[in-house]
């Protein structure tokens, strides 16, 4: 093994030259872009996840059969696809519109997967909910929808806040997918970086520290929103350590 | 149709070496997540903020980022791994990292009064550990780690982006060479399927026995 590379001053300037700092600035606005972008994709498709997930979870749990079972169905089919494979059979099936931007088939497989991974929670969260509540809304005159937007979800989607961010935290690994097909998304730039300078082990390093420094934020949000609101109802919610691995 | 049917050996190899590359980052990732994972609870002064280290980075941190690191990042420290072996070893880093959390909350789970009495009848360390926390940690550790098994089996089609020749490499280039897009495809998907339902029914099923024989 050779470290002579990996310690090698000029191969870090690009990124981290404090004495002339004209590429380093240059190399951090152009990976700036890409963050920009993967950040806005992160957004765009978790907001939309979280809209759609919540329609098949409650479509999940209705008794109707009709309804029930091609959600199921859905649901467990595309959370049992890789999310690459989404992503690319939405780009090569799209390929067909002139002047596709690419971040929309991106959004779109993002968006497709995770939906369905947040079914996932928030229906667990539903049913995490004491039968209780619902029999008591009914009881108190309110209809099934009214009960379940203004007593249950309330409930569920606030003990769903970790698993919730978990796979906030997923979405945003993920997104760096989207540079197979060719995406100038946050990684993508940082590969484009280290091709014109010639330093893939720093670069790359830099943008999985990067990507770290995000995701242990969150996950620290995360563990804090918890306490508090455990604290707040003084209760411990017996969930299971959900950490979506994907 | 037809491509389907002249590709389908194609596929099925592709299919292959998404279970060889699956079996063997499941076994680095088991082996290298106990170890982690037990590394977490010890005593010892400093070892579990290591192994903290370890977990937040590799969890936090792209597969994809990960699999260009072990390929084309270790070559300029003079370490060039084939790319089937670049990619076992990043999904296996990558996923052991998963482990190690799921084996120290199961170690974690065990109640301090088995721990003391094993330990008030002269039992080291290790030998509580051997003999008393990690069997009984065992049964608890065991659905996640099922999860995380369906989840390794999907992130096989990463290593198709540094031209590993799994079910989606496969798929990409036939696609490519016949724009037969949705048949294609759609077999890729009913292959993927065909792996991971199963996977998730055993899953639910274990998950079902563990929980009547711990109670």
Redesign the interface.
């Known amino acids: 093994?050779?470290?002579d590379?990996?310690i090698d001053p000029k191969l870090w300037a690009p990124l981290f030259d404090l004495t002339d700092p004209t590429h380093a600035q240059a190399s951090w606005r152009f990976l700036g872009r890409g963050l920009l972008l993967t950040l806005q994709i992160t957004v765009i498709a978790a907001t939309a996840s979280l809209a759609f997930g919540t329609v098949l979870a409650l479509l999940r749990l209705t008794r109707n059969p009709v309804i029930h079972y091609p959600a199921l169905v859905l649901i467990?089919?595309v959370r049992?696809?890789?999310?690459?494979?989404i992503i690319?059979?939405t780009w090569?099936?799209m390929?067909s519109f002139r002047d596709l931007a690419l971040w929309v088939p991106a959004t779109i497989g993002l968006t497709i997967y995770t939906s369905a991974v947040t079914a996932e929670i928030i229906r667990a969260g539903i049913s995490s909910i004491d039968r209780g509540q619902l029999e008591a809304s009914r009881a108190l005159g309110l209809s099934y929808p009214v009960a379940m937007r203004n007593v249950i979800l309330p409930q569920a989607l606030r003990r769903m806040v970790p698993p919730l961010i978990s796979q906030l935290?997923t979405l945003l690994?993920?997104t760096?997918?989207a540079?197979?097909i060719g995406l100038a998304e946050f990684?993508q730039q940082?590969?484009t970086l280290y091709n014109f300078w010639g330093n893939?082990?720093q670069t790359?390093?830099t943008?999985?520290?990067v990507?770290?420094l995000i995701?242990?934020a969150l996950?620290r949000v995360s563990a804090r929103l918890e306490e508090g609101r455990q604290r707040r109802e003084k209760t411990r919610v017996q969930t299971?350590?959900t950490?979506a691995?994907? | 149709m037809k491509v389907v049917q002249d590709n389908l050996p194609l596929l099925l190899s592709g299919l292959g070496i998404t279970a060889q590359l699956g079996a063997l980052a499941l076994l680095m990732a088991l082996a290298a997540g106990t170890l982690v994972g037990v590394v977490r609870v010890l005593p010892v002064p400093g070892l579990p903020w290591l192994g903290a280290a370890y977990v937040e980075f590799f969890r936090n941190s792209p597969l994809l980022v990960q699999m260009f690191i072990w390929f084309f990042g270790l070559p300029t420290i003079g370490i060039s791994l084939p790319p089937f072996w670049a990619a076992v070893t990043a999904l296996g880093i990558y996923t052991s990292a998963f482990v190690a959390e799921v084996v120290r909350a199961g170690i974690q789970a065990v109640s301090r009064g088995h721990i003391e009495a094993a330990r008030s009848m002269g039992l080291s360390y290790l030998q509580t550990l051997r003999h008393v926390v990690l069997p009984q940690a065992f049964s608890i550790t065991i659905p996640p780690l099922g999860n995380l098994s369906i989840a390794l089996a999907k992130n096989t089609s990463i290593a198709s982006a540094i031209a590993v020749g799994d079910l989606l490499y496969q798929g990409e280039l036939i696609n490519a060479r016949t724009f037969a897009t949705y048949p294609v495809f759609l077999t890729v998907m009913a292959l993927y399927l065909v792996v991971t339902v199963p996977m998730s029914w055993g899953v639910n099923l274990l998950e079902g026995r563990l929980v009547a024989y711990r109670r």
């Open positions: 093994m050779n470290f590379h990996l467990e089919g049992a696809l890789p999310v690459l494979f690319f059979f090569a099936a390929l935290i690994k993920d760096s997918l540079s197979i990684f940082g590969r893939p082990l790359l390093l943008v999985a520290l990507y770290m995701n242990t996950s299971r350590e950490v691995p994907a």
